[in-house]
């Protein structure tokens, strides 16, 4: 897989990618990232990628032109299968959307600033919208760092144990069980018996249980869906 993050803080996006897993991702070329700063695709002295609004009102608008360009130099090396637009405005970012982008090959992710980008930039190239959550944050470069995580490490080899990313919280629609690791008692606080037993059918029950106990208690939405 492929990722093209357009930004113009590519130094606010690069650590993630550079630590513990996301590293050893790309390290192992199990997924190609790279950066393109909108300012090297701007014509003017000035380096200008945003201007006031038209029609008046607070707040600077990402122009088209230098967008455009970056995006259109990218297209014409290899197809994209989704140019992704961050903003508040997009869909909420759910396991669901990891899932589906993860089997894709090659993708663009634009961060928004300032007010945001231009409509037609919306209207001619962005395939998909996509919101991290109901609140402003000043750029899209940390939602697209959380977005590229979410994915990558689905993607198969990423994760050590393959089977470990399924069984992550709302894979199965459920938030997951309480899990502990030695020792087995600390300060007089117990890891629940059952698990020590080795009786596998009776834990799984027990895990499938506890999740389902956890998601009604904490987040009862999920059930309804
Ligand atoms: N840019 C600004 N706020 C955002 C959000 N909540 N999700 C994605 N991109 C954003």
Redesign the pocket.
């Known amino acids: 897989m492929r990722i093209d993050i357009i930004t113009v803080l590519p130094e606010l996006l690069k650590s993630p990618f550079e630590a513990s897993i996301l590293k050893r991702a790309i390290e192992a070329n199990l997924v190609e990232v790279y950066f393109h700063n909108l300012r090297d695709y701007t014509s003017d002295n000035y380096k200008s990628i945003d201007d006031t609004q038209f029609g008046g009102g607070a707040g600077m608008v990402m122009m088209i032109e230098p967008i455009d360009k970056c995006i259109s130099a990218l297209k014409k090396q290899r197809h994209y299968d989704e140019v992704i637009y961050?903003?508040?405005d997009?869909e909420t970012l759910k396991q669901g959307i990891a899932n589906h982008l993860s089997l894709k090959e090659n993708i663009i992710i634009l961060c928004?600033h300032y007010k945001g980008v231009d409509q037609r930039v919306r209207d001619q190239f962005i395939t998909k919208e996509?919101?991290?959550?109901?609140?402003?944050?000043?750029?899209?470069e940390l939602?697209a760092a959380v977005l590229c995580d979410a994915i990558i490490r689905l993607i198969p080899g990423v994760l050590g144990n393959e089977t470990s990313a399924l069984t992550d919280s709302f894979q199965d629609g459920l938030l997951a069980p309480p899990i502990y690791t030695k020792p087995r008692e600390y300060k007089g606080w117990k890891v629940p018996e059952l698990l020590f037993g080795g009786n596998f059918p009776k834990i799984e029950k027990w895990r499938e249980e506890q999740a389902y106990l956890r998601t009604k208690e904490r987040r009862p939405d999920l059930l309804d869906d």
């Not at 996509?130 to 899209?140: C, Q």
């Open positions: 961050m903003t508040p997009g928004g996509i919101s991290i959550g109901d609140y402003v944050l000043s750029g899209g939602g």
